[in-house]
C-alpha cells in the first residue's frame, strides 16, 4: 500500500469547475474571448512575465486594504485520520523574513490544502506541523510589493494552474498545459538537468489515453479527496504512468517565432524552474539561443534591446523567494525592484506591461476556493502584480486597483496571443480571461516611474 507519507510525493490535480457547465473530459463547454478591449493600436509593445517561487496571496497580501484576504485559517483536527475532521480556526502569525525550511506544496499537499473547497487543509501538508504555513506578511515586510499594489493592479482571483508543483507550474507558463505532468523530477546525481540527462523521470496523467470515465472518476476522487485518506491518492495515482522530464509539446514560442515576433525565456540552464529546457525541441533547435541568463535582461534593456515578449525566471535562492534554505524574502524584494526599476528608467516603460506571479501556492494557508477547470487544477491562489502605465486606476490614494477577475497562468499568455492574433494553444489558454480587468487603454498613461530602492533586510 502507499503510504500517507510516500504519497505526498506525488498528487495529481483534477476535477470539475463548481457551477459551469463542462464537457465529459472536464473541459469548460464556454471558451470566452474576452480581451482587454484596446484602442485600433494598442500601446503594449513589451510583455515582461515574472514567474517567482511559492507564495500564496493570504501569505504575502491577506492584510492588504479592500483585496479578498484573510487574517485566520482554518485546520484539520487529526491529520493522522483515516477521514479528515474540521479542526479548530487559527490566527495568522507574523512571517519572517526567513523561514526555518520549505513546506510541502506538490499535488497532494495542494489537494488536502483545498480539501474539496473547504481550504482547512493547510496544517496537514509535510514539514508543516510547525504550522509555518499560517504566516502573514504585510506592508511591513514587503513595502515594495505593497507600494507596486498601491500604484498598479493587485488582482486578487489569480490562481494558480494546477495543484503543484514547480515543474509542471512553470511548464503551464510557456505552454498553458503540463502534458499532463504531476510532479517535479527525481533528482540524480547526473550533469545536467530535464532533456539533458536522460535518467530523469517524473509522474503524468496519460491525457491523450483517459476515457471520459477515467476524468469523471478522478475528479470525483478529487472532490472527496479527504475521505478516505490516503486510499484517494492512491486511486488517483493507478492513473499516472512514468515519463521521462524531456517532452515536445507546442509552446508560445513557436507561435511567436513563426510571427517574427521577438522573445526571450531569460532563466539558468540546469534550473529547477527552466520549463524550457525540458522542451525537446527548444533544447535541441536554434531556440535554445533566445534562453538565456536572467541578468543578461538588464543587460538587455540598457542596450535598447527588449524582446516583445519576455519570461523572467530568478536565479534559485534569495532572487526566487522560494522557502528554506535561508531564503530571505526582503533580498528577493530588492531583486525585483531592481529588475523593475531598470524597465522603469528606460525607453521601453510607456509601452510595457508587466505580469508578476509565484509559481505555486508554497503550502501556505490561502482561503479561497479555487475554481476545478479540468484534472489538473486550478490551484490555491497567487499573489499577482500587474504592472504597467496603462493599467486601469482605482480608489487606492496612489492610483492602484485590484483585479478580482479570475485569471491562470494562461491568461498571461492569453493577453500575448490576443496581443499579436495568435490562436489559443490548448483548452485552458483558449478559455483564459485575458487580464481585461487589468487595463484601460482609453485613459491617459501614467508614465511617471515608481523607482523603489534597495532597502536593508532583516536577518531572520
Not at 501569505?59 to 484573510?70: K, R
Not at 530588492?334 to 505580469?355: G, Q
Not at 499577482?384 to 491562470?408: C, F, H, M, Q
Request: glycine letters at 8%; hydrophobic letters at 35%.
Amino acid at each position: 500500500m502507499l503510504t500517507a507519507a510516500l504519497a505526498w510525493q506525488f498528487w495529481p490535480s483534477a476535477g470539475k469547475e463548481r457551477g459551469q457547465n463542462q464537457e465529459p473530459g472536464g473541459n469548460p463547454t464556454d471558451s470566452p474571448s474576452r480581451s482587454p478591449d484596446p484602442a485600433t493600436d494598442n500601446p503594449i509593445q513589451h510583455v515582461i512575465f515574472l514567474v517567482k517561487e511559492n507564495r500564496s496571496f493570504d501569505h504575502y497580501f491577506g492584510t492588504y486594504p479592500g483585496a479578498e484576504g484573510a487574517t485566520q485559517g482554518g485546520t484539520i483536527a487529526d491529520c493522522s485520520a483515516s477521514t479528515f475532521e474540521d479542526g479548530p480556526t487559527v490566527p495568522l502569525t507574523k512571517a519572517p523574513s526567513v523561514l526555518p525550511h520549505d513546506l510541502g506544496h506538490a499535488f497532494a499537499p495542494g489537494l488536502y490544502s483545498i480539501n474539496g473547497g473547504k481550504m482547512n487543509g493547510y496544517n496537514c501538508v509535510p514539514l508543516g506541523e510547525d504550522m509555518m504555513g499560517y504566516t502573514q506578511h504585510s506592508r511591513d515586510t514587503l513595502p515594495g510589493y505593497w507600494a507596486y499594489a498601491d500604484r498598479f493592479v493587485l488582482a486578487d482571483h489569480f490562481f494558480t494552474s494546477m495543484y503543484g508543483p514547480t515543474f509542471p507550474e512553470h511548464l503551464y507558463t510557456v505552454a498553458a498545459q503540463s502534458y499532463g505532468i504531476v510532479d517535479n523530477k527525481t533528482t540524480t546525481d547526473h550533469e545536467g538537468n530535464y532533456c539533458d540527462d536522460d535518467t530523469e523521470i517524473t509522474k503524468r496523467f496519460p491525457i491523450e489515453d483517459l476515457t471520459d470515465a477515467d476524468v469523471a472518476e478522478i475528479m470525483e476522487l478529487e472532490e472527496n479527496i479527504t475521505d478516505e485518506v490516503p486510499d484517494q491518492l492512491i486511486r488517483i495515482a493507478a492513473h499516472w504512468e512514468s515519463t521521462r522530464t524531456c517532452i515536445d509539446i507546442k509552446v508560445l514560442p513557436d507561435m511567436l517565432e513563426r510571427r517574427g515576433i521577438t522573445w526571450k525565456y531569460y532563466a539558468n540552464a540546469d534550473s529547477w524552474m527552466n520549463a524550457l529546457q525540458a522542451v525537446r525541441h527548444v533544447r535541441s533547435g536554434p531556440m535554445w539561443q533566445k534562453v538565456r541568463k536572467p541578468g543578461t535582461f538588464l543587460e538587455d534593456v540598457r542596450r535598447g534591446e527588449l524582446p516583445a515578449v519576455s519570461w523572467l525566471v530568478p536565479p534559485e535562492g534569495h532572487p526566487n523567494e522560494h522557502p528554506g534554505s535561508k531564503t530571505n524574502v526582503c533580498v528577493g524584494e530588492n531583486w525585483t525592484t531592481e529588475y523593475i526599476n531598470a524597465v522603469m528608467r528606460s525607453e521601453f516603460w510607456p509601452s510595457t506591461a508587466i505580469v508578476i506571479v509565484w509559481d505555486d501556492f508554497g503550502g501556505f494557508y490561502d482561503h479561497v476556493e479555487p475554481p476545478h477547470y479540468d484534472i489538473m487544477g486550478l490551484g490555491p491562489r497567487t499573489p499577482a502584480l500587474i504592472i504597467s502605465p496603462w493599467t486601469k486606476r482605482g480608489d487606492n490614494p496612489d492610483g492602484g486597483s485590484i483585479d478580482k477577475t479570475v485569471y491562470e497562468f494562461s491568461s498571461v499568455l492569453r493577453f500575448i496571443e490576443n496581443l499579436h492574433g495568435l490562436k489559443p494553444m490548448t483548452d485552458r489558454d483558449r478559455r483564459a480571461d485575458p487580464l481585461s480587468g487589468a487595463f484601460d487603454f482609453s485613459q491617459e498613461p501614467r508614465l511617471d516611474p515608481l523607482i523603489i530602492p534597495p532597502r536593508d533586510c532583516p536577518s531572520s
